[in-house]
């Protein structure tokens, strides 16, 4: 089965820095990959997806994330961070078997710090 | 579009009591999927459908959950007997297409309290 580890359940940065966002992913086939975003008390909205057409994806809000086959990651960044970032994110991987049933990561809580 | 509808967005009842959930999704889209999101498990997908008919309703968590579609722009999930540890958010998305690229879009939630 496929599964996705996002390595920080907590990442804290100043407005203005970069984020970064870690996740890894387990899988024996050309995985499909999102990062979804959900705002307290909202539901999840995505971010951006890897469709196998490009490596670098370019998502909503300044996001952006890279697929790296040799090290099975796609981490999310974003050159400087904004306060309306401050969400909790979850990579997803598609799984094999049959149409799209998603597996989420453990979360991370992104806090802007003023 | 208005999105995915669900309703209620909380629902607060006491052990023992049938709890219904509901879910309206994007018109025109022929999959749509029910999770389940808690603190301990994360968000987990509990049952998905394709032009109204289950196809895999293997994270069901027992029998006392059960999900219908009985059309194409009307969704439930109904708890009977509910119980304490059935507390959480659970969510209703829909999308076009069962392709693994095709984008899921979620509901707001339902947020679940069992006394």
């Known amino acids: 089965a496929q599964s996705v580890t996002q390595l920080d359940s907590h990442v804290s940065v100043s407005e203005g820095t970069p984020v970064l966002l870690r996740c890894n992913y387990s899988s024996s086939y050309s995985p499909s990959l999102f990062w979804y975003v959900q705002h307290p008390n909202k539901g999840l909205q995505l971010l951006l997806k890897y469709t196998s057409a490009a490596t670098l994806v370019k998502g909503i809000n300044g996001f952006e994330a890279e697929f790296k086959k040799s090290e099975t990651s796609f981490h999310l960044t974003k050159p400087s961070a904004h306060m309306s970032d401050a969400a909790e994110y979850f990579c997803?991987?598609?799984?094999?078997?049959?149409?799209?049933?998603?597996?989420f990561g453990q979360g991370t809580r992104l806090t802007i710090n003023p | 579009d208005a999105g995915v509808i669900q309703s209620p967005r909380h629902e607060v009842t006491e052990m023992g009591q049938e709890v219904t959930l509901r879910c309206k999704p994007i018109?025109?889209?022929?999959?749509l999927f029910w999770y389940r999101q808690t603190m301990m498990r994360g968000l987990e997908l509990l049952i998905y459908?394709?032009?109204?008919?289950?196809?895999?309703d293997s994270g069901m968590p027992e029998d006392r959950f059960s999900a219908k579609m009985p059309n194409a722009s009307f969704s439930t999930l109904k708890i009977q007997p509910s119980e304490p540890r059935d507390s959480a958010v659970y969510f209703c998305?829909?999308?076009?297409?069962?392709?693994?690229?095709?984008?899921?879009?979620f509901g707001p939630g339902t947020r679940l309290t069992v006394l």
């Open positions: 459908f394709n032009n109204n008919v289950p196809i895999d």
């Open positions: 018109s025109g889209h022929d999959y």
């Open positions: 998305a829909s999308s076009s297409g069962g392709g693994k690229f095709d984008t899921q879009y």
């Open positions: 997803v991987v598609s799984d094999l078997g049959g149409a799209q049933k998603l597996v």
